[in-house]
């Protein structure tokens, strides 16, 4: 295996036969030793956190594949840590697609004058730019084509794809009587154009609360990965 890239939570390696082999770790992010998904550098190890986070992802895109929406999953080994998926271009230096059920985080600081913690907004869906230095700005689907990241048709088929994927993790959840908040995806496209949805769906993508009380990251992928 040929290592190529070092992430945060896991180690991508590349294969012989032109997949991708991602090693799922248990580094996971936080400050001062507190897990919280949404920061930007690593904070602290959990053992058996990277094992967990891939059996929930094993989990949604074996159920995504059953529908037919586009993944680049092929296989999952959970005694390993890895899974093993098909290569993908990613839309400039990587995006992140948020699919938002109800306000909370992010959304509360930018917006917290026009909503209230809690509010429903139907799914609504939102692009932020990976940028770390400049904290994951929010841009729009014009600015993504003037700058060539990402065409309007390709951005309404981002879009159209993440409300899909986001409803089918929205009701497994409900199967658990657990609601989705919001859920934060990431995609890529396959050498032909087609555009599918990469790297994992696991706790730390998503806010899930279950009668009112938020649920950490790896106590939602306990509850989920036991049911």
Same mark, same amino acid.
């Given at each position: 295996m040929n290592l190529k890239y070092c992430g945060k939570t896991?180690?991508?390696?590349? @294969? $012989?036969?032109g997949h991708y082999l991602l090693k799922f770790k248990d580094d996971v992010t936080g400050e001062?030793?507190?897990?919280?998904?949404?920061?930007?550098?690593?904070? @602290?190890?959990?053992?058996?956190?990277?094992?967990?986070?891939?059996?929930?992802?094993?989990?949604?895109? $074996?159920?995504?594949q059953?529908?037919?929406?586009?993944?680049?999953?092929v296989d999952a080994r959970l005694?390993?840590?890895? *899974?093993?998926?098909?290569?993908?271009?990613?839309? =400039?230096?990587g995006l992140e697609v948020?699919?938002?059920y109800k306000a909370t985080g992010s959304f509360m600081k930018r917006y917290g004058k026009y909503a209230v913690e809690g509010q429903?907004? =139907?799914?609504?869906?939102?692009?932020? @730019?990976?940028?770390?230095?400049?904290?994951d700005p929010p841009i729009s689907a014009d600015a993504l084509d003037v700058l060539g990241i990402l065409s309007l048709t390709e951005y309404a088929q981002l879009k159209a794809l993440t409300k899909q994927i986001g409803d089918v993790v929205k009701e497994e959840l409900l199967n658990r009587e657990i609601e989705l908040y919001d859920?934060?995806?990431?995609? =890529?496209?396959? $050498?032909?154009?087609?555009? *599918?949805?990469?790297?994992?769906?696991?706790g730390g993508n998503m806010r899930a609360y279950k009668d009112g009380v938020y649920i950490e990251p790896l106590e939602l992928e306990r509850l989920m990965n036991e049911a």
């Open positions: 896991k180690d991508v390696y590349e @294969l $012989e036969n001062d030793g507190v897990f919280d998904p949404g920061a930007n550098t690593v904070g @602290l190890q959990i053992a058996g956190a990277g094992r967990a986070g891939l059996k929930l992802t094993k989990h949604f895109f $074996e159920v995504l059953e529908q037919e929406i586009p993944t680049h999953y005694d390993e840590a890895e *899974m093993i998926v098909k290569p993908a271009v990613v839309f =400039g230096d948020i699919c938002r429903d907004l =139907g799914g609504f869906v939102e692009v932020t @730019l990976k940028d770390d230095e400049r904290q859920i934060k995806l990431e995609f =890529g496209k396959t $050498e032909t154009g087609e555009i *599918m949805l990469i790297d994992e769906i696991s």
